[in-house]
Every structure is written in C-alpha cells, then in structure tokens.
C-alpha cells in the first residue's frame, strides 16, 4: 500500500470545523451587542422586546 493510499483524505477538517465554530460565535456575540444597543421601540419595529435578548 502506497503512503497516498492510506492517508486521511481531509486531514485538517479538525481546524476547519473549530474555524467554523469560533466565527459563528463571535458573528453571535457582535448581533447581540448589536441588538442591546438599539432602543425598545427599535426593537419593537424588529418584533423583539428586550427580555427576550440573550
């Protein structure tokens, strides 16, 4: 068996994946300071009333 052969075919999905993971949550973090910024009645045009925020 050759050394190509029995290689893992994505070995850095591992990195990629905790990519993925570490963008979603700071895009999560920024909406959220985002959305405490605004005042209830923005808010209320948006549907969302403050306690509902996380």
Known sequence: MEFFENRPTRPWIGFVLLWRKWQ???ERRRT???L???SDEQLK???LRREELW
Do not use: E, K
Request: proline fraction near 0%; avoid cysteine.
């Open 24 to 26: 979603h949550l700071r």
């Open 32 to 34: 959220a300071r985002l």
């Open 36 to 38: 405490r910024a605004l």
């Open 45 to 47: 045009d948006l549907g």
